[in-house]
């Protein structure tokens, strides 16, 4: 078999067996350490140079590394302490990330993949960074990010404003902040383009956190290191990183005085002479007077002193931020450990159904081979059997909760549409009486105007007699005021009267609507179905608005009910109950209600 055959072979049995669900974390990591070890180590060997890329590329497109970025994004307790495997696997996955060719699928690899396995590689070394013990395996883990970065730049940006690197960052122990350093340091030797390649805020990204451990830190190795990086970028940047490095003022100082001394006394002169040489560019181009120079010096001065006294007050505010920063990340990784932790439940249920699932279907096949072959049919037609009652079950239960819904539906909407046509009828009812009402009604005639049928001649005659009484009764013994005052009691007589008849008729309005309310009730009574056949919704289209009806009706029945309850002796010389609703307690109820009771007999109650 051909070595390609056989590198195919390998990747594809590695597949399978990554997906098989009886793989825990710990079993998979090694899988993938020991099968990316051998796949390498036989590709590596092969005279031809292109195997080692062909082997990256089908370990990418097959998705074994997307495992490897997978099994690197683990929670710390899945691993179980297997923290050197998880190094190594980082180590062979930053390998097989570089010199491997996407194909048709670049923009992918770039874009998504590679962030992945960025984002799995510092998260597995911010874990690493929580144990004192794993100092060799943070630095492999390192090494392995350095490694990519030096293939795919692009990814600088990512690593500088990743929440792990900052936990990275954030750390105390002296080593993890060497390791940063060094990162770089690595970065930058391995190939002169790679500054050259980040934009301006990724340098001063990279510069800032330099200048940060040279402020934060007092550990010389540190200081050193960090000297060495801001003197290497400004080797490999030159004109483009001055601007840069005078955005931090008072930097010389803080080298001058805190860092002489230590080691390396050349690379701290060098990169003094570099900014102040940038100074010196800067005020030749900007500065012509006198004046303009000692108000330089002055800014200068105070602000040289103050950020003497922001870095002598530095550790204080740095203590407190890193403890909130702590607290906050703490919260954070505790939730989403609960997210981790109810994600890797919810995995472990469907396994464990599916499991069930599995053994129950072997249990199944088991009972099939331990019958006799001429009971195999009828015990499979017994199980679709019962299958098909199962299923009939809930349909016609399903069916038979629709049909109710929608008879409900119905009934409702019928009970609605009768009292919305109760009501119409009611209304146009009313309506015609009180326009038939008002069409038979004789018009009024005001009496201030004259009476009805008086002519001219007795008109004279009338007006001839009140001036006969006037001549014989002079008017001299009236005063003008009583005159008035008559007057006025005659108009007040006349508003009370008008006041009667408008009384009146809104009487006769209101007795003329509750008659019509009544006929209508009637009417349902009388085409009400039997109290055999009557559901509760029948019942509660009955029920009265008028308050003294209802109290009287609720009487009656009560007194009905106590009636049928009696002993056969307690009705001997009594009154019988079916004289409840004769014609004398009819003519009570006429009397009772005003008229209002209309129509019905004894005999239709009482059935």
């Not at 249920?349 to 499991?355: D, G, I, K, N, T």
């Not at 081979?369 to 016609?396: G, H, N, T």
């Not at 001036?467 to 005159?483: F, L, N």
């Amino acid at each position: 078999m051909e070595p390609v055959e056989e590198e195919k072979e390998e990747v594809s049995e590695l597949k399978r067996k990554l997906e098989e669900d009886d793989l825990n974390a710990e079993q998979k990591i090694s899988l993938l350490k020991s099968s990316l070890n051998r796949v390498l180590n036989s590709a590596a060997v092969q005279t031809k140079s292109a195997a080692l890329t062909r082997v990256k590329s089908q370990l990418y497109h097959s998705g074994v590394l997307s495992h490897c970025v997978l099994a690197l994004s683990l929670h710390p307790r899945m691993l179980r302490g297997n923290w050197s495997a998880a190094a190594a696997l980082a180590q062979l996955t930053s390998s097989c990330c570089v010199g491997v060719d996407p194909g048709r699928h670049s923009e992918a690899f770039h874009r998504l993949f590679l962030p992945s396995v960025m984002d799995g590689l510092l998260s597995l070394a911010g874990q690493l960074t929580r144990r004192s013990e794993s100092a060799s395996l943070l630095r492999k883990v390192m090494d392995s990010v350095s490694w990519l970065l030096s293939a795919h730049t692009q990814l600088t940006t990512q690593v500088l404003s990743s929440a792990h690197y900052e936990q990275i960052q954030m750390c105390d122990d002296v080593a993890a902040s060497l390791l940063c350093v060094q990162l770089w340091i690595q970065a930058c030797a391995a190939s002169r383009d790679f500054l050259s390649g980040l934009s301006d805020d990724s340098v001063l990204l990279l510069l800032n956190e330099a200048v940060g451990q040279l402020a934060l830190s007092s550990d010389s190795a540190v200081g050193g290191a960090s000297i060495r990086l801001i003197v290497l970028m400004a080797n490999q940047l030159e004109l483009r990183l001055q601007p840069l490095l005078l955005s931090f003022r008072g930097l010389d100082s803080l080298l001058d005085k805190d860092w002489r001394g230590r080691g390396f006394d050349q690379d701290v002169d060098q990169l003094i002479a570099l900014i102040q040489s940038g100074k010196g560019a800067m005020s030749q181009s900007q500065v012509s007077t006198k004046h303009v120079q000692a108000a330089c010096v002055i800014q200068a001065a105070w602000r040289s002193y103050q950020t003497r006294r922001r870095v002598k007050g530095l550790n204080r505010a740095v203590t407190a931020l890193q403890r909130r920063y702590r607290a906050l990340r703490r919260q954070q990784q505790q939730q989403k450990e609960a997210q981790l932790w109810e994600e890797e439940l919810k995995y472990q249920v469907c396994v464990r159904r599916q499991q069930a699932r599995r053994h129950f279907h072997l249990k199944q096949r088991r009972l099939l081979q331990l019958l006799p072959a001429d009971q195999v049919q009828p015990y499979l037609q017994e199980c679709e059997r019962r299958a098909a009652v199962v299923i009939q079950s809930c349909w016609r239960g399903f069916r038979e909760r629709r049909r109710y819904d929608h008879e409900l539906r119905r009934t409702l909407r019928r009970t609605h549409t009768q009292q919305q046509a109760a009501r119409t009828l009611q209304r146009a009812v009313l309506r015609f009486l009180q326009k038939r009402r008002a069409a038979k009604a004789p018009p009024i005639t005001p009496f201030w105007i004259g009476q009805k049928g008086l002519t001219d001649s007795r008109r004279a005659e009338l007006k001839q007699q009140v001036e006969e009484y006037i001549a014989v009764h002079p008017s001299s013994r009236v005063s003008a005021d009583e005159c008035e005052r008559l007057h006025e009691e005659v108009q007040l007589l006349l508003l009370t009267e008008l006041q009667r008849g408008a009384q009146r008729r809104r009487e006769e309005q209101r007795v003329e609507a509750l008659l019509a309310h009544t006929h209508t009730q009637l009417e349902l009574l009388r085409d009400a179905p039997p109290l055999s056949a009557v559901t509760a919704t029948d019942a509660d289209s009955f029920l009265s608005p008028s308050g003294p009806i209802a109290v009287r009706a609720r009487d009656v029945h009560n007194a009905t009910l106590q009636a049928s309850r009696l002993p056969w002796w307690r009705t001997l010389g009594g009154v019988d109950t079916g004289d409840m609703f004769g014609p004398a307690h009819l003519q009570e109820l006429e009397a009772e209600l005003g008229g209002l009771y209309v129509g019905g007999s004894a005999n239709r109650w009482t059935d």
